[in-house]
C-alpha cells in the first residue's frame, strides 16, 4: 500500500487582522434582539430608539446598548434631533441584510 504525503503548496501569506472588520460586523449580527431591531429598520426605514424600545418591549438602556453594537460596526447610520436618535441601516448593508433576514 503507497504511503500518502501531503504536498504542501506555496500559499500566500496572509495576516488574520485584515479580517477584522468582518469580524466586528458578525459578532454585532449575532444576537436576536439586534437582528430584530435590524429586521424593523429594514421593514420601517428610519426609527427613533423610541419607537424601537416600543415594539420590542425593552427598556431604552438595552436598546442602546445594542444599537450602539450595530453603529459602531458600521451596519448603521444614526442622526440626531434635539434629544431624539434616528437610526437606519446603512446603505452599504441593506442587500447584506435581506440576504440575511430571508434565512429565518
Not at 415594539?55 to 444614526?78: E, N, R, V
Request: charged residues 25%.
Amino acid at each position: 500500500m503507497k504511503e500518502e504525503v501531503c504536498i504542501i503548496k506555496k500559499l500566500d501569506k496572509i495576516e488574520p487582522t485584515v479580517f477584522e472588520n468582518i469580524e466586528l460586523i458578525l459578532c454585532s449580527l449575532s444576537n436576536n434582539v439586534r437582528l430584530a431591531i435590524l429586521y424593523l429598520l429594514l421593514k420601517h426605514g428610519e426609527l427613533c430608539t423610541c419607537e424601537l424600545e416600543t415594539a420590542l418591549k425593552y427598556a431604552q438602556p438595552t436598546i442602546t446598548s445594542h444599537l450602539h453594537k450595530l453603529y459602531y460596526a458600521g451596519i448603521l447610520k444614526k442622526r440626531e434631533v434635539w434629544k431624539y436618535t434616528y437610526y437606519s441601516i446603512n446603505t452599504k448593508y441593506v442587500s447584506f441584510v435581506e440576504m440575511l433576514l430571508n434565512m429565518k
